[in-house]
């Protein structure tokens, strides 16, 4: 189609030119992000632009690998008046937005391998209705994700960095005691995430926005059909390994009867309806 654009070993001139472009908003979505990636947008970035919204991957086992580096997304923040970042488990989509005008879907992360080492493949896409398209369902997807705010950021990068610096102790020690003050910091970075995963409200508020979400892409689904697309986007809260259990019995999987609280809230709002065991939009999306 004509103006677009396949982009190979010369994407990252094309993603350069995308956010000096940018005059009102940058949208980022990218799994991976480190500092080599944050300097490029900002030696990039028009200096008046102070809008950015980026969604990412911030789970512990990204940072051990070092893979995504949150101190980068603090420097932007610090840097930037107004950026909204989102933590989303299992993220995988790397799209780069600019004022609805321009966008490039690739398969590079925001890393140094992602811009310069490796091979990746994309189009750049310069047609406004279609860039639009993309900008509200990529947004959407990331509103599905953890706000994290600067100062939660902040509390997150202190215990990443302890996380991988024990890490890289670890590789170089296998003693029993390394691997429990590992296993420790670790669990305080999942539970990190985990509060901000839910400081928007319960667990099932986050899957209330979710069902709306998903039938908002897929039609009518069955709760049967609601689950394992639920479990996808939210890997971190959906544990089989935790019960309902009331004075004894066990009441299946917990996060499932979460589910089943935000169909009953939708429901009573008058959101969503359940026609022939399949759910159905009611109400605005």
């Given at each position: 189609m004509e103006g677009y654009l396949l982009l190979s070993t010369d994407w990252k001139d094309a993603l350069g030119e995308l956010v000096a472009g940018a005059r009102s908003h940058l949208m980022i979505s990218s799994p991976y992000v480190t500092r080599d990636g944050i300097a490029f947008i900002m030696g990039k970035r028009d200096p008046h632009l102070n809008s950015i919204t980026f969604a990412t991957d911030l789970s512990p086992a990204n940072i051990c690998d070092g893979a995504t580096d949150p101190n980068a997304l603090s420097l932007l923040m610090s840097r930037v008046p107004n950026v909204v970042l989102r933590h989303l488990p299992r993220l995988h989509a790397k799209v780069y937005v600019s004022d609805a005008r321009c966008a490039i879907i690739t398969s590079a992360n925001l890393t140094r391998g992602g811009l310069e080492r490796n091979y990746e493949y994309g189009v750049r896409i310069p047609e406004s209705p279609v860039v639009a398209s993309i900008l509200q369902d990529i947004s959407r997807y990331s509103e599905l994700g953890a706000l994290v705010g600067r100062d939660s950021l902040q509390v997150y990068c202190d215990i990443a960095n302890r996380v991988r610096a024990i890490y890289?102790?670890?590789?170089?020690?296998?003693?029993?005691?390394?691997?429990?003050?590992?296993?420790?910091?670790?669990?305080?970075?999942?539970?990190?995430?985990?509060?901000?995963?839910?400081?928007?409200?319960?667990?099932?508020?986050?899957?209330?926005?979710?069902?709306?979400?998903?039938?908002?892409?897929?039609?009518?689904?069955?709760?049967?059909?609601?689950?394992?697309?639920?479990?996808?986007?939210?890997?971190?809260?959906?544990?089989?390994?935790?019960?309902?259990?009331?004075?004894?019995?066990?009441?299946g999987k917990k996060w499932k009867h979460a589910v089943r609280s935000a169909q009953q809230q939708l429901k009573k709002k008058g959101l969503i309806v359940l026609d022939d065991e399949r759910w159905t939009l009611a109400g605005p999306t």
């Amino acid at each position: 189609m004509e103006g677009y654009l396949l982009l190979s070993t010369d994407w990252k001139d094309a993603l350069g030119e995308l956010v000096a472009g940018a005059r009102s908003h940058l949208m980022i979505s990218s799994p991976y992000v480190t500092r080599d990636g944050i300097a490029f947008i900002m030696g990039k970035r028009d200096p008046h632009l102070n809008s950015i919204t980026f969604a990412t991957d911030l789970s512990p086992a990204n940072i051990c690998d070092g893979a995504t580096d949150p101190n980068a997304l603090s420097l932007l923040m610090s840097r930037v008046p107004n950026v909204v970042l989102r933590h989303l488990p299992r993220l995988h989509a790397k799209v780069y937005v600019s004022d609805a005008r321009c966008a490039i879907i690739t398969s590079a992360n925001l890393t140094r391998g992602g811009l310069e080492r490796n091979y990746e493949y994309g189009v750049r896409i310069p047609e406004s209705p279609v860039v639009a398209s993309i900008l509200q369902d990529i947004s959407r997807y990331s509103e599905l994700g953890a706000l994290v705010g600067r100062d939660s950021l902040q509390v997150y990068c202190d215990i990443a960095n302890r996380v991988r610096a024990i890490y890289q102790r670890q590789r170089d020690s296998v003693t029993r005691s390394l691997r429990s003050e590992f296993e420790k910091h670790l669990a305080a970075a999942q539970d990190q995430l985990l509060r901000l995963r839910l400081a928007e409200g319960p667990m099932h508020t986050v899957f209330a926005k979710t069902i709306r979400y998903l039938l908002t892409r897929y039609g009518p689904l069955s709760t049967e059909q609601l689950h394992p697309r639920i479990k996808a986007i939210h890997p971190d809260l959906c544990d089989d390994t935790v019960d309902r259990v009331i004075d004894g019995k066990n009441y299946g999987k917990k996060w499932k009867h979460a589910v089943r609280s935000a169909q009953q809230q939708l429901k009573k709002k008058g959101l969503i309806v359940l026609d022939d065991e399949r759910w159905t939009l009611a109400g605005p999306t």
